[in-house]
């Protein structure tokens, strides 16, 4: 099971960019994918994710309407469209994917204890 991100950068604020995140169709159909960051020091957070099993989408508040999660299953990847970028922004993102959500739904909290899968991560930095 491999998740391999991409597309990490440096960025001046306002400026956006697009992470991708290829993995088997296998990992894509999971219950719950997603796009989590986290700085030195800091807990990881999460920034976007997927619940396959209705489709729905669920944002960090700092990010809400600015960044766009997305699948494309003719090239296996997911994908993250970051856009007005702001110096807070700057973390490592990881890529990640549980096959059972904790409870109802998808969520964020305790993502290393629900999410068991997980890429090596692409750093972005807007300055």
């Known amino acids: 099971v491999q998740l391999v991100e991409s597309g990490g950068g440096s960025v001046q604020a306002g400026g956006s960019l697009r992470l991708s995140c290829a993995a088997s169709r296998e990992i894509l159909d999971m219950r719950c994918i997603g796009w989590f960051r986290q700085n030195p020091g800091k807990e990881r957070e999460g920034a976007a994710i997927?619940?396959?099993?209705?489709?729905?989408?669920t944002y960090g508040e700092s990010v809400k309407g600015r960044f766009t999660i997305s699948r494309d299953n003719a090239e296996n990847t997911l994908d993250l469209q970051m856009s007005d970028l702001k110096p807070e922004d700057s973390a490592m993102y990881y890529c990640a994917a549980t096959p059972v959500a904790p409870g109802p739904a998808c969520v964020f909290s305790r993502p290393t204890r629900f999410y068991n899968h997980w890429g090596q991560g692409t750093q972005v930095t807007v300055s």
């Open positions: 997927i619940d396959n099993n209705y489709g729905s989408t």
